[in-house]
């Protein structure tokens, strides 16, 4: 079945610096990608997503792009702030009768970023 | 409503007692979702409800889990016979069903068995 694989963490990085969260995925057709970000104390909010080969996700600074011939979404910033620490969800929409039914999750990877 | 409202946010419950989850989701969104979160650990599936079709309960751990949805609004997820190892957080979701469109979650409710 399709699944979602993301790095574990925790990932700890210094203001300002290049943040990569790989995620790779296995499906039988053509999903949906999105990330997710959970806030200390906070519940999920969609961070990012893309709906087709190559299109690219953006939102806050963060970006993802749908490689079908890697099956990946790799989430990426150039610059991380302190404010971007959170848990992070990488997920698949599951295609069962064509609609965007129960996602598929990743494990989540939390980041911390150090002033 | 604007977001999704999850009542209670926060619930401690002796083991063995019954307790209610209530979730609002957004007006319109036909899909809702319940998951359940444990600490530190990623999102577990329990129920998904589509429209007036028969909901997909393959998530729920056990018996004592039910959800009922009343057409496209407000969903309860009941626990019975609460065990320690139901503490968690309780998130609720709901999204329009349709593909491409992601979810819009609640805040959850924490459960906290004692």
């Known amino acids: 079945g399709d699944s979602v694989t993301q790095m574990e963490g925790p990932v700890t990085l210094s203001e300002e610096a290049c943040l990569t969260i790989?995620?790779?995925?296995?499906?039988?057709?053509?999903?949906?990608l999105f990330w997710y970000v959970q806030y200390p104390g906070e519940g999920l909010q969609l961070l990012l997503k893309?709906?087709?080969a190559d299109d690219k996700g953006s939102n806050k600074g963060f970006e993802a792009t749908y490689r079908k011939e890697t099956t990946s979404f790799h989430l990426e910033k150039g610059s991380v702030q302190v404010s971007d620490s959170a848990v992070y969800f990488c997920?698949?929409?599951?295609?069962?009768?064509?609609?965007?039914?129960?996602?598929?999750w990743g494990l989540g990877t939390s980041l911390a970023v150090n002033p | 409503g604007a977001g999704v409202s999850q009542s209670p946010s926060n619930k401690v419950t002796e083991k063995g007692k019954d307790v209610e989850l209530r979730c609002d989701p957004i007006?319109?969104?036909?899909?809702l979702y319940w998951y359940r979160q444990r600490l530190g650990q990623g999102l577990e599936f329990l129920i998904y409800?589509?429209?007036?079709?028969?909901?997909?309960k393959s998530g729920l751990p056990s018996d004592r889990f039910s959800a009922e949805r009343t057409g496209e609004s407000v969903s309860t997820l009941t626990i019975q016979r609460t065990q320690q190892e139901d503490s968690a957080v309780y998130l609720c979701?709901?999204?329009?069903?349709?593909?491409?469109?992601?979810?819009?979650f609640g805040s959850g409710t924490r459960l906290t068995v004692v």
């Open positions: 409800f589509q429209g007036n079709s028969a909901p997909d």
């Open positions: 007006s319109g969104h036909t899909a």
């Open positions: 979701a709901s999204s329009l069903g349709t593909r491409g469109h992601g979810y819009t």
């Open positions: 790989n995620c790779t995925y296995t499906a039988t057709g053509y999903p949906s």
């Open positions: 997920a698949l929409s599951d295609l069962e009768a064509g609609n965007n039914r129960k996602l598929i």
């Open positions: 893309a709906t087709k």
